[in-house]
């Protein structure tokens, strides 16, 4: 299987933590067998509007163009609201000649919701051949947000799986009666809750 693998956020040795869950991805995939014929990605945070402008219109030059060619079986397309924009541009200019996956990663949906973005979103997903989604939780929620899109082309995995040599189960080791343990796992800032994290401990 060829893939084209496109993403508006992907690490690199400057922000190595910037979309790091895309290359394990990527990586997975490849380990799998499959071969990445093309990649369209931006590597660094733009840090002006003017630098996030640039960047962005020569990530859409490049999605086109790679997607113009005919080396691939899959277009693989992840953060859904930053990529609809040229999705519709290709749909619209060009002939489709490979299933489509859009993996959903969280707020490229959520913070769309009530946006004029969203009725765009949705026809996207409507044409998706299957939808990756991070949680069966989120997947209850895009359903309820996207009701016309069909159950059936969502499927549920982990961004960048979950490595087994590291995370599995087995017999609590200090599990005490008198605690209570509680773990947090996330970046620690502001976008992933982490204030509320530790407002609710000290509550």
Same mark, same amino acid.
């Given at each position: 299987?060829?893939?084209?693998?496109? %993403?508006?956020?992907? /690490?690199?040795?400057?922000?190595? @933590?910037?979309?790091?869950?895309?290359?394990?991805?990527?990586?997975?995939?490849?380990?799998? +067998? @499959? %071969?990445?014929?093309?990649?369209?990605?931006?590597?660094?945070?733009?840090?002006?509007?003017? !630098?996030?402008?640039?960047?962005?219109?020569?990530? *859409? =030059? %490049?999605?086109?163009?790679?997607?113009?060619?005919?080396?691939? $079986?899959?277009?693989?397309?992840?953060?859904?609201?930053?990529?609809? /924009?040229?999705?519709?541009? =290709?749909?619209?200019?060009?002939?489709?000649?490979?299933?489509?996956?859009?993996?959903?990663? +969280? !707020? $490229?949906?959520?913070?769309?919701?009530?946006?004029?973005? #969203?009725?765009?979103?949705?026809?996207? =997903?409507?044409?998706?051949?299957?939808?990756?989604?991070? !949680?069966?939780?989120?997947?209850?929620?895009?359903?309820?947000? *996207? /009701?016309?899109?069909?159950?059936?082309?969502?499927?549920?995995?982990?961004?960048? +799986?979950?490595?087994?040599?590291?995370? *599995?189960?087995?017999?609590?080791?200090? @599990?005490?009666? #008198?605690?209570?343990?509680?773990? *947090?796992?996330?970046?620690?800032?502001?976008?992933?809750?982490? #204030?509320?994290?530790?407002? @609710?401990?000290?509550?």
């Amino acid at each position: 299987i060829f893939l084209v693998l496109i %993403s508006n956020m992907f /690490p690199s040795e400057k922000q190595a @933590a910037y979309g790091v869950f895309v290359a394990n991805i990527k990586r997975n995939l490849e380990r799998e +067998g @499959a %071969s990445i014929s093309r990649l369209s990605l931006i590597k660094n945070r733009g840090q002006t509007k003017l !630098s996030k402008a640039f960047k962005y219109l020569k990530y *859409y =030059l %490049s999605v086109i163009f790679n997607y113009s060619k005919s080396d691939f $079986d899959i277009f693989y397309v992840h953060f859904l609201s930053h990529n609809t /924009p040229v999705l519709l541009f =290709l749909d619209r200019f060009f002939k489709r000649k490979s299933k489509w996956v859009i993996n959903i990663h +969280g !707020s $490229d949906v959520t913070q769309s919701k009530g946006k004029s973005i #969203d009725k765009y979103n949705l026809k996207i =997903l409507e044409k998706a051949d299957k939808i990756i989604v991070p !949680s069966d939780y989120f997947k209850a929620l895009m359903l309820d947000q *996207y /009701p016309s899109v069909l159950e059936a082309k969502y499927f549920v995995s982990a961004s960048g +799986g979950v490595p087994s040599d590291i995370f *599995y189960l087995e017999k609590q080791k200090y @599990a005490r009666k #008198d605690k209570f343990l509680i773990g *947090y796992v996330s970046r620690m800032d502001k976008g992933k809750g982490w #204030d509320f994290f530790l407002t @609710a401990l000290s509550s």
